[in-house]
């Protein structure tokens, strides 16, 4: 299984979000969520987004997943490459925790392998409430657009 997640601040600090999509080996979609965080940086709201991740992951027994972030310094945080700012320690903390109930691999994702995760986490800033989707048809018809481009092979690209 592998979980794609992402964390957003509109203003950096400002209103902040965070998402993500966990998927079967298949990459069908097991389940999609969006929460609101508040007023944070980018780095807090990331860091965010990998906890609560986390937390769906453990809470439903998925214990053995990829986790893939487009934050290089979280996953580097997480890998024990680099050590964490003072703002997201006690979060690096609880997440260290977490990743020892399981089987847990972090990896880094660029930001066009990551856009519905980034959709996730723009819609809970936007909402300001915590959503989750167990059924693709019940995503918002945006993000299910992408996940349709994902599943049918289209390419992705930045300019």
């Not at 997640?5 to 998402?19: I, L, T």
């Not at 389940?31 to 965080?37: E, Q, S």
């Not at 964490?84 to 066009?112: C, D, N, T, Y």
């Amino acid at each position: 299984m592998k979980m794609y997640v992402d964390g957003c601040s509109k203003g950096n600090p400002g209103s902040s979000g965070g998402g993500g999509i966990i998927r079967d080996h298949r990459g069908h979609m097991i389940l999609a969520f969006a929460d609101y965080f508040g007023l944070c940086s980018n780095n807090v709201a990331e860091a965010m987004a990998i906890l609560q991740g986390l937390c769906i992951c453990i809470d439903r027994g998925f214990l053995k997943i990829i986790v893939e972030s487009d934050s290089l310094m979280l996953v580097n945080i997480i890998n024990n490459k680099v050590r964490p700012p003072w703002q997201i320690h006690s979060i690096m903390a609880q997440i260290g925790q977490l990743i020892q109930k399981g089987s847990f691999l972090f990896v880094h994702i660029f930001r066009e392998g990551n856009v519905i995760a980034d959709q996730m986490a723009s819609l809970g800033e936007k909402v300001r409430n915590q959503i989750a989707f167990t059924e693709d048809l019940s995503l918002p018809r945006q993000v299910r657009a992408y996940l349709k481009q994902e599943h049918d092979g289209f390419p992705k690209f930045q300019i």
